[in-house]
């Protein structure tokens, strides 16, 4: 009688254990995904970003060189005017 209950016993544990695992898995291969498909869209943002922040870039270095060509006499009006452009640029 006690050997039967002992093997029922283990039995029902590895059942239990089996499904528990694959219950475990399918939730977790949810989350994934979604994770996944997150870190993709963030690294298409990021890219994105980046494109913009060099073309500001870009545009701030014609603006600075363009100042220059006009004749500005002093390094304060310089800065000045680079401030200027800097914040019509943003």
């Not at 979604?34 to 890219?47: F, H, I, P, W």
């Amino acid at each position: 009688m006690i050997d039967v209950s002992i093997v029922w016993l283990i039995t029902g544990t590895l059942i239990g254990f089996l499904f528990g695992f694959l219950t475990c898995s399918m939730v977790v291969t949810g989350k994934i995904s979604d994770l996944e498909t997150e870190v993709y869209s963030l690294r298409a943002q990021r890219k994105m970003l980046k494109n913009e922040v060099q073309r500001l870039d870009r545009k701030v270095r014609l603006l600075n060189k363009r100042t220059y060509k006009k004749g500005v006499k002093t390094t304060k009006q310089a800065k000045r005017v680079i401030r200027r452009a800097r914040k019509k640029v943003k």
